[in-house]
């Protein structure tokens, strides 16, 4: 259980775990009650393909004999934010496409775990996928979700064919934005103190680091909701009831984000070590995408588009979110918002899918070069 911990002058500030545990268990509550009034999940039919400690692999109903992917979401929420409703799901789309869908579900997660345990979790999701599809899967991966993506494309490169970055914090230093006060404000180690950090208090910490989008930004989106009639106002409701739905992260990891990642930069520098192995962008070989907000402060477009100039890929796709209403949060936008829907989805399952036709052609010249024979 949390406790009120008690913090010396130069140890940062004393946090009591337990009012933000209630304050989760509230927060859950509302989100219960919206679920009532028929603002809860929409999932399309998935079956669990695996369940262990702290993750579930999900395989989504549908699709054909398309691009195979691995969706990680972040830790912080739900995964169901990739599957908001019918008309704003990127999972939806990519079945549509024919693409075969899996989703790395994170759960209640051991508090031992950190990047290390993470990554490997994201490892064995792939490893299972290409068992059943005889081929790697595409990783994609939002914020904190993709940058564990990204670290196991360095850490495990057999185990994707792309890797796909939406608003996925990589590179740090000057390209940290508005966290960057915060992190620095606090001692090295300071989540150490939390088996397990709130969810609340982790929407807290970002709400004072930018009020402007986490606070601010979502009223002001309420209002143009309105406005914009019923559909827009329903969806952006949707993704203030996923908001509600908080998940406790285990303080080792968001200790090493804060101090290997945000604090001192490690994985681009090269210094960062996965599994007792140094890591770094040029590890990742395999094509990326990237979508990025030139007007996010959270997670900057240079905190993005830094990683991919450095990556080792020579396949790189980078596209820019301009924004919607009706999302809530801009930082949901490039998932749920209609602008990416209708101009940024597409054109990362082209993508996704050329990159599939152009594996299925290697694997037929490899085939022939194999038999003897030409494919001239």
């Given at each position: 259980m949390h406790h009120r911990i008690a913090a010396a002058k130069d140890d940062g500030p004393a946090?009591?775990?337990?009012?933000?545990?209630?304050?989760?268990?509230?927060?859950?509550?509302?989100?219960?009650?919206?679920?009532?009034?028929?603002?809860?999940p929409q999932p399309a039919p998935s079956r669990v393909l695996h369940e262990a400690a702290g993750v579930r692999l999900r395989r989504?109903?549908?699709?054909?004999?398309?691009?195979?992917?691995?969706?990680?979401?972040?830790?912080?929420?739900?995964?169901?934010?990739?599957?908001?409703?019918?008309?704003?799901?990127?999972?939806?789309?990519?079945?549509?496409?024919?693409?075969q869908v899996h989703l790395l579900e994170w759960?209640?997660?051991?508090?031992?775990?950190?990047?290390?345990?993470?990554?490997?979790?994201?490892?064995?999701?792939?490893?299972?996928?290409?068992?059943?599809?005889?081929?790697?899967?595409?990783?994609?991966?939002?914020?904190?979700?993709?940058?564990?993506?990204?670290?196991?494309?360095?850490?495990?490169?057999?185990?994707?064919?792309?890797?796909?970055?939406?608003?996925?914090?990589?590179r740090f230093g000057s390209a940290t934005g508005a966290l960057a006060d915060l992190v620095n404000s606090l001692p090295p180690g300071f989540a150490r103190r939390f088996d397990h950090?709130?969810?609340?208090?982790?929407?807290?910490?970002?709400?004072?680091a930018s009020p402007e989008e986490f606070s601010t930004g979502v009223r002001q989106d309420a209002l143009a909701s309105a406005l914009h009639g019923p559909r827009t106002w329903r969806r952006h409701w949707l993704a203030v009831r996923w908001t509600l739905e908080e998940r406790p992260l285990s303080g080792r990891l968001v200790a090493q984000v804060m101090d290997?990642?945000?604090?001192?930069?490690?994985?681009?520098?090269?210094?960062?070590?996965?599994?007792?192995?140094?890591?770094?962008?040029?590890?990742v070989a395999v094509p990326v995408a990237a979508i990025?907000?030139?007007?996010?402060?959270?997670v900057p477009a240079a905190s993005v588009a830094g990683f991919v100039e450095a990556a080792a890929s020579p396949d790189k796709l980078l596209l820019q979110y301009g924004g919607d209403v009706g999302v809530a949060l801009q930082h949901l936008g490039a998932l749920i918002g209609d602008s990416a829907h209708r101009e940024l989805w597409p054109r990362v399952l082209d993508w996704l899918q050329a990159l599939d036709r152009g594996r299925g052609g290697e694997a037929a010249r490899a085939a022939s070069a194999l038999s003897g024979t030409s494919d001239t």
């Open positions: 946090v009591d775990g337990a009012f933000f545990q209630r304050m989760d268990a509230l927060r859950r509550a509302a989100g219960s009650g919206m679920d009532s009034l028929g603002l809860g989504y109903e549908g699709g054909g004999d398309g691009p195979a992917l691995l969706i990680v979401p972040s830790p912080i929420k739900a995964h169901w934010i990739w599957d908001l409703a019918p008309e704003c799901s990127v999972v939806r789309a990519a079945l549509a496409r024919g693409c759960q209640s997660v051991p508090a031992s775990w950190g990047l290390d345990e993470h990554v490997a979790a994201v490892a064995r999701a792939a490893a299972q996928v290409r068992g059943l599809v005889r081929h790697r899967p595409h990783l994609l991966g939002h914020s904190l979700g993709g940058t564990l993506a990204a670290l196991c494309a360095a850490r495990h490169a057999q185990d994707a064919a792309s890797l796909v970055l939406v608003e996925a914090p990589l950090v709130p969810g609340s208090l982790v929407g807290l910490a970002a709400s004072k290997a990642l945000y604090r001192e930069d490690r994985f681009m520098r090269g210094t960062l070590c996965i599994d007792g192995q140094r890591v770094a962008p040029r590890d990025v907000d030139p007007r996010s402060q959270v």
